[in-house]
Protein backbone atom coordinates (compact mmCIF):
# COMPACT_ATOMS: atom_id res chain seq x y z
CA UNK A 1 0.00 0.00 0.00
CA UNK A 2 1.03 3.46 -0.83
CA UNK A 3 -0.29 6.94 -0.09
CA UNK A 4 0.06 8.77 -3.24
CA UNK A 5 -0.08 12.51 -4.27
CA UNK A 6 -0.83 14.78 -6.76
CA UNK A 7 2.56 15.08 -7.65
CA UNK A 8 3.27 11.09 -7.50
CA UNK A 9 0.23 9.87 -9.47
CA UNK A 10 1.32 9.09 -12.70
CA UNK A 11 4.71 7.52 -11.27
CA UNK A 12 2.77 5.78 -8.51
CA UNK A 13 0.07 4.55 -10.49
CA UNK A 14 0.22 5.33 -14.12
CA UNK A 15 3.36 3.72 -14.63
CA UNK A 16 3.43 1.25 -11.82
CA UNK A 17 -0.28 0.08 -13.86
CA UNK A 18 1.75 -0.88 -16.92
CA UNK A 19 3.45 -3.58 -14.53
CA UNK A 20 0.23 -4.60 -12.37
CA UNK A 21 -3.15 -3.65 -11.42
CA UNK A 22 -3.06 -0.54 -9.29
CA UNK A 23 -6.18 -0.44 -7.02
CA UNK A 24 -7.24 3.45 -6.24
CA UNK A 25 -8.69 4.26 -3.34
CA UNK A 26 -10.11 8.15 -3.13
CA UNK A 27 -11.03 8.35 0.61
CA UNK A 28 -10.80 11.62 3.28
CA UNK A 29 -10.00 11.73 6.77
CA UNK A 30 -13.74 13.14 7.44
CA UNK A 31 -15.38 9.94 5.62
CA UNK A 32 -17.14 7.40 7.81
CA UNK A 33 -17.69 4.92 4.81
CA UNK A 34 -14.11 5.59 3.68
CA UNK A 35 -12.68 4.13 7.29
CA UNK A 36 -14.62 1.45 7.11
CA UNK A 37 -13.77 0.87 3.48
CA UNK A 38 -9.73 1.02 4.09
CA UNK A 39 -8.86 -1.86 5.96
CA UNK A 40 -10.67 -4.16 4.17
CA UNK A 41 -8.97 -3.03 0.50
CA UNK A 42 -5.40 -2.95 2.40
CA UNK A 43 -6.51 -6.55 3.50
CA UNK A 44 -7.91 -8.17 0.33
CA UNK A 45 -5.09 -6.79 -1.93
CA UNK A 46 -2.12 -7.81 0.48
CA UNK A 47 -3.44 -11.46 0.29
CA UNK A 48 -2.93 -11.40 -3.52
CA UNK A 49 0.96 -11.17 -2.90
CA UNK A 50 1.67 -8.34 -5.35
CA UNK A 51 -0.11 -9.55 -8.04
CA UNK A 52 -2.53 -6.42 -7.30
CA UNK A 53 -1.09 -2.81 -5.46
CA UNK A 54 -3.27 -0.65 -3.61
CA UNK A 55 -2.43 3.38 -3.99
CA UNK A 56 -4.08 5.63 -1.63
CA UNK A 57 -5.65 8.98 -2.42
CA UNK A 58 -6.37 11.61 0.13
CA UNK A 59 -8.83 13.98 -2.24
CA UNK A 60 -9.24 16.85 0.39
CA UNK A 61 -5.16 16.93 0.02
CA UNK A 62 -4.97 16.01 -3.99
CA UNK A 63 -7.53 18.04 -5.31
CA UNK A 64 -5.96 17.35 -8.99
CA UNK A 65 -6.01 13.63 -8.94
CA UNK A 66 -10.12 13.67 -7.66
CA UNK A 67 -10.80 16.61 -10.11
CA UNK A 68 -9.23 13.79 -12.81
CA UNK A 69 -11.60 10.94 -11.82
CA UNK A 70 -14.66 13.15 -11.36
CA UNK A 71 -15.04 12.34 -8.12
CA UNK A 72 -18.20 13.60 -6.97
CA UNK A 73 -19.05 10.98 -3.58
CA UNK A 74 -16.24 8.52 -1.27
CA UNK A 75 -15.41 6.32 -0.88
CA UNK A 76 -14.32 6.37 -4.91
CA UNK A 77 -12.18 2.69 -6.00
CA UNK A 78 -11.13 2.18 -9.19
CA UNK A 79 -8.81 -0.12 -10.78
CA UNK A 80 -5.84 1.14 -13.50
CA UNK A 81 -4.30 -1.52 -15.63
CA UNK A 82 -2.04 -0.21 -18.66
CA UNK A 83 -2.93 3.24 -17.61
CA UNK A 84 -6.54 3.04 -18.29
CA UNK A 85 -9.63 2.85 -15.84
CA UNK A 86 -10.91 -1.21 -16.03
CA UNK A 87 -13.33 -1.24 -13.06
CA UNK A 88 -15.15 0.75 -10.41
CA UNK A 89 -17.44 0.99 -7.15
CA UNK A 90 -18.43 3.62 -5.13
CA UNK A 91 -19.02 3.63 -1.43
CA UNK A 92 -18.22 1.02 1.11
CA UNK A 93 -18.56 -2.86 -0.15
CA UNK A 94 -18.48 -5.63 2.61
CA UNK A 95 -15.36 -7.83 2.67
CA UNK A 96 -16.64 -10.93 0.58
CA UNK A 97 -17.97 -8.42 -2.67
CA UNK A 98 -14.52 -6.31 -2.36
CA UNK A 99 -12.54 -10.09 -2.06
CA UNK A 100 -14.52 -11.02 -5.55
CA UNK A 101 -13.86 -7.69 -7.45
CA UNK A 102 -10.04 -7.91 -6.78
CA UNK A 103 -9.64 -11.49 -7.73
CA UNK A 104 -11.05 -10.32 -10.88
CA UNK A 105 -8.39 -7.87 -11.21
CA UNK A 106 -4.85 -10.54 -10.30
CA UNK A 107 -3.84 -12.50 -13.00
CA UNK A 108 -3.44 -16.05 -12.76
CA UNK A 109 0.47 -16.91 -11.95
CA UNK A 110 2.38 -18.19 -14.87
CA UNK A 111 5.39 -20.46 -15.19
CA UNK A 112 7.46 -17.15 -15.50
CA UNK A 113 6.19 -15.98 -12.22
CA UNK A 114 6.68 -19.23 -10.33
CA UNK A 115 10.37 -19.36 -11.07
CA UNK A 116 10.74 -15.63 -10.72
CA UNK A 117 9.53 -16.34 -6.95
CA UNK A 118 12.19 -19.05 -6.35
CA UNK A 119 14.66 -15.99 -6.88
CA UNK A 120 18.01 -17.94 -8.08
CA UNK A 121 19.26 -16.94 -10.71
CA UNK A 122 19.06 -20.29 -12.93
CA UNK A 123 15.29 -19.63 -12.25
CA UNK A 124 15.38 -16.08 -12.95
CA UNK A 125 17.18 -16.69 -16.17
CA UNK A 126 14.79 -19.46 -17.10
CA UNK A 127 11.94 -16.97 -16.77
CA UNK A 128 13.83 -14.31 -18.81
CA UNK A 129 13.37 -16.72 -21.76
CA UNK A 130 9.61 -17.67 -21.41
CA UNK A 131 8.92 -13.81 -21.23
CA UNK A 132 11.85 -12.02 -21.90
CA UNK A 133 10.10 -8.70 -20.65
CA UNK A 134 8.79 -10.23 -17.41
CA UNK A 135 9.56 -7.21 -15.36
CA UNK A 136 9.87 -8.80 -11.60
CA UNK A 137 12.38 -10.75 -13.34
CA UNK A 138 14.34 -8.46 -14.77
CA UNK A 139 14.47 -6.36 -11.73
CA UNK A 140 15.29 -9.59 -9.95
CA UNK A 141 18.26 -10.69 -11.62
CA UNK A 142 19.93 -7.05 -12.45
CA UNK A 143 19.75 -6.85 -8.21
CA UNK A 144 21.75 -10.13 -8.47
CA UNK A 145 24.01 -9.03 -11.26
CA UNK A 146 25.09 -5.39 -9.95
CA UNK A 147 25.93 -7.18 -6.60
CA UNK A 148 28.22 -9.44 -8.47
CA UNK A 149 29.73 -6.42 -10.25
CA UNK A 150 28.35 -6.47 -13.58
CA UNK A 151 26.69 -3.30 -13.45
CA UNK A 152 26.57 -3.38 -17.94
CA UNK A 153 24.54 -6.43 -18.06
CA UNK A 154 22.40 -5.03 -15.79
CA UNK A 155 21.96 -2.27 -16.85
CA UNK A 156 21.13 -3.73 -20.49
CA UNK A 157 18.57 -5.83 -18.76
CA UNK A 158 16.94 -3.01 -17.10
CA UNK A 159 17.10 -1.42 -20.62
CA UNK A 160 14.27 -3.65 -21.64
CA UNK A 161 11.01 -2.42 -19.60
CA UNK A 162 9.71 0.87 -18.67
CA UNK A 163 11.33 2.50 -15.85
CA UNK A 164 9.61 2.42 -12.78
CA UNK A 165 10.47 3.77 -9.20
CA UNK A 166 12.44 -0.25 -8.93
CA UNK A 167 14.13 -0.33 -12.19
CA UNK A 168 15.64 3.59 -11.47
CA UNK A 169 16.82 2.19 -7.74
CA UNK A 170 18.64 -0.93 -9.53
CA UNK A 171 19.67 1.63 -12.18
CA UNK A 172 21.08 3.66 -9.67
CA UNK A 173 23.01 1.12 -7.80
CA UNK A 174 24.71 -0.45 -10.94
CA UNK A 175 25.95 3.44 -12.10
CA UNK A 176 27.12 3.78 -7.92
CA UNK A 177 28.95 0.42 -8.19
CA UNK A 178 26.29 -1.49 -6.40
CA UNK A 179 27.66 0.22 -3.28
CA UNK A 180 24.91 1.62 -0.88
CA UNK A 181 25.80 5.64 0.39
CA UNK A 182 25.80 6.25 3.88
CA UNK A 183 28.31 6.96 6.01
CA UNK A 184 29.49 10.31 7.85
CA UNK A 185 30.55 12.05 5.12
CA UNK A 186 27.51 11.49 2.74
CA UNK A 187 26.03 14.60 3.12
CA UNK A 188 29.57 16.13 2.31
CA UNK A 189 29.23 14.50 -0.97
CA UNK A 190 25.98 15.70 -2.10
CA UNK A 191 26.87 19.08 -1.38
CA UNK A 192 29.72 18.63 -2.82
CA UNK A 193 28.02 17.07 -6.11
CA UNK A 194 24.90 19.80 -5.81
CA UNK A 195 28.02 22.60 -6.32
CA UNK A 196 28.39 20.95 -10.05
CA UNK A 197 24.90 19.66 -11.37
CA UNK A 198 24.22 22.88 -13.51
CA UNK A 199 27.53 22.29 -15.41
CA UNK A 200 28.25 18.62 -14.97
CA UNK A 201 26.29 15.75 -16.37
CA UNK A 202 28.31 13.39 -14.55
CA UNK A 203 27.76 14.98 -11.02
CA UNK A 204 24.26 14.82 -11.72
CA UNK A 205 23.65 11.72 -12.47
CA UNK A 206 25.53 10.39 -9.51
CA UNK A 207 23.68 12.93 -7.39
CA UNK A 208 20.22 11.81 -8.69
CA UNK A 209 21.71 7.69 -8.15
CA UNK A 210 22.70 8.53 -4.59
CA UNK A 211 19.09 10.00 -3.73
CA UNK A 212 17.34 6.72 -5.51
CA UNK A 213 19.18 4.46 -3.56
CA UNK A 214 18.44 6.18 0.02
CA UNK A 215 14.54 6.14 -1.02
CA UNK A 216 11.64 8.21 -1.04
CA UNK A 217 11.74 7.31 3.09
CA UNK A 218 15.09 8.91 3.90
CA UNK A 219 14.00 12.73 4.94
CA UNK A 220 17.59 13.67 3.14
CA UNK A 221 15.98 12.79 -0.37
CA UNK A 222 13.17 15.06 -0.03
CA UNK A 223 15.54 18.04 1.03
CA UNK A 224 17.99 17.15 -1.95
CA UNK A 225 15.65 16.95 -4.23
CA UNK A 226 14.41 20.69 -3.38
CA UNK A 227 17.61 21.59 -3.61
CA UNK A 228 18.36 19.77 -6.91
CA UNK A 229 15.76 21.68 -8.38
CA UNK A 230 16.25 24.95 -6.91
CA UNK A 231 20.30 24.67 -8.55
CA UNK A 232 18.67 23.28 -12.11
CA UNK A 233 15.64 26.07 -12.57
Given amino acids: MIDVTDATFERDVLERSDQVPVVVDLWAPWCGPCKTLGPILERVVGATGGQVELAKVNVDENPNVASAFRVQSIPAVY ?9 SFIGALPEPAVADWVSRLAPGES ?30 LADLLVDR ?11 RIPETADT ?8 LGGQAPG ?14 VKSDDAARQEFVDILET ?5 PRTAAYRKALTARLF
Fill in 168 to 175: RRVSARAR
Fill in 79 to 87: AIRSRQVVD
Fill in 149 to 159: GEADEALALLA
Fill in 111 to 140: EADRLTKAGDEDSLRRALEIEPDHAGAVVA
Fill in 214 to 218: LGPDD
Fill in 183 to 196: GDGLEDRLDALLER
